[in-house]
């Protein structure tokens, strides 16, 4: 049913890795687990870190198009948390798939739309950033509340149709020679051009081409900014570097955090992966890195953004001890 000699052996690898790992109670059966519950839960307390913050805002700066994509950010990496990781990690831990069909497609779906979401809205503040520094005559005209909304609307959309085939083709395996008795969660497709069809696909509108639009809204960026630095006050050239760096190292951590995924994908497609202990471990740091850029991104706002950490400060310092001014005045500038 679609099957290669490749795809084949790696899939009775990884089933005899887990069988093997299960019976023998070996450390990749604790440990992995322990790894993406690590970034699971570290995740979701800066996913939602972030999602509080700028929902305490009471300024009209709460609403700029940059927290609304940062806020859209935060959602996808969240949902993506919840929804896939705790369901991927059990590849490690158990020997077959106990969720049923439904969950089989869903998780496999939504780890496809979570994705893309990620890295349209990293393309959106890519360009966010672009008019607001090399286009800024023009600024206040296209970046306002309805425009930014509208784009997260499209970003989802986008990502929900090309989320469609990664459902329809994932289903129940029970019939598998090598395992008659278990039941899997497979991607099946009847035709090997259109599955190598749709991963070239998601590797470029998921990632190359992401990649060449925000190298060149930056390139820009900070063209303009070297430019424009002699007639910059020092503020304002202190803080449109520090709103630069800040995106950029978000893309960066993106462009890393995805970059062994989408090599294994294609190396399964188009060559002979090979089946061995350290293409075994690269497999796992590629699962590892992938899930981990869900918590990459608060981590960064937290460690590079002084206006998100003074913002957070106040958010929790009003809330939990005492009651000083509005929050307006401290965090206008997040």
């Known amino acids: 049913m679609g099957f290669s000699r490749n795809e084949t052996e790696i899939w009775t690898e990884e089933r005899m890795d887990t069988n093997h790992t299960t019976d023998t109670f070996s450390p990749v059966v604790v440990i992995v687990p322990v790894i993406f519950g690590c970034i699971f839960f570290?995740?979701?307390?800066?996913?939602?870190?972030?999602?509080?913050?700028?929902?305490?805002?009471?300024?009209?700066?709460?609403?700029?198009?940059?927290?609304?994509?940062?806020?859209?950010?935060?959602?996808?990496?969240?949902?993506?948390?919840?929804?896939?990781?705790?369901?991927?990690?059990?590849?490690?831990?158990?020997?077959?798939?106990?969720?049923?069909?439904?969950?089989?497609k869903f998780v496999h779906y939504f780890h496809t739309v979570s994705m893309l979401v990620s890295i349209f809205t990293l393309v959106a503040m890519s360009v966010d950033r672009y008019i607001a520094v090399v286009l800024s005559k023009k600024s206040p005209c296209i970046r306002n509340?309805?425009?930014?909304?509208?784009?997260?609307?499209?970003?989802?959309?986008?990502?929900?149709?090309?989320?469609?085939?990664?459902?329809?083709?994932?289903?129940?395996?029970?019939?598998?020679?090598?395992?008659?008795?278990?039941?899997?969660?497979?991607?099946?497709?009847?035709?090997?051009?259109?599955?190598?069809?749709?991963?070239?696909t998601i590797l470029v509108i998921g990632y190359l081409l992401p990649l060449v639009l925000i190298t060149c809204c930056y390139a820009k960026v900070l063209y303009h900014l070297?430019?424009?630095m002699k007639n910059m006050s020092k503020k304002s050239e202190r803080s449109k570097r520090k709103t630069a760096q800040t995106v950029l190292l978000v893309v960066t951590a993106f462009l890393i955090c995805w970059m062994p995924h989408h090599?294994?994908?294609?190396?399964?497609?188009?060559?002979?992966?090979?089946?061995?202990?350290?293409?075994?471990?690269?497999?796992?740091?590629?699962?590892?890195?992938?899930?981990?850029?869900?918590?990459?991104?608060?981590?960064?706002?937290?460690?590079?953004?002084?206006?998100?950490?003074k913002a957070c400060k106040q958010v929790f310092t009003c809330r939990f001890f005492y009651s000083p001014p509005p929050v307006e005045k401290v965090t206008k500038k997040v």
């Open 42 to 104: 570290l995740g979701i307390i800066g996913n939602t870190l972030v999602m509080v913050v700028i929902g305490k805002i009471k300024s009209r700066r709460s609403r700029s198009t940059t927290n609304i994509f940062i806020l859209n950010l935060s959602i996808a990496d969240l949902s993506f948390l919840l929804f896939c990781v705790p369901f991927h990690a059990t590849i490690y831990s158990l020997p077959e798939w106990i969720f049923g069909a439904f969950l089989c």
């Open 145 to 200: 509340r309805r425009n930014a909304l509208i784009a997260v609307c499209v970003i989802w959309m986008l990502s929900f149709i090309f989320g469609v085939p990664a459902a329809a083709q994932h289903r129940i395996l029970t019939d598998f020679p090598e395992a008659p008795n278990s039941t899997f969660c497979w991607e099946i497709w009847t035709e090997r051009v259109a599955k190598q069809t749709y991963k070239v």
């Open 226 to 228: 070297h430019k424009k």
């Open 263 to 309: 090599i294994i994908a294609m190396w399964v497609e188009f060559g002979k992966f090979p089946l061995n202990h350290a293409s075994f471990v690269f497999r796992i740091i590629a699962h590892c890195l992938a899930y981990a850029n869900s918590c990459v991104n608060p981590i960064l706002y937290a460690f590079l953004s002084e206006n998100f950490r």
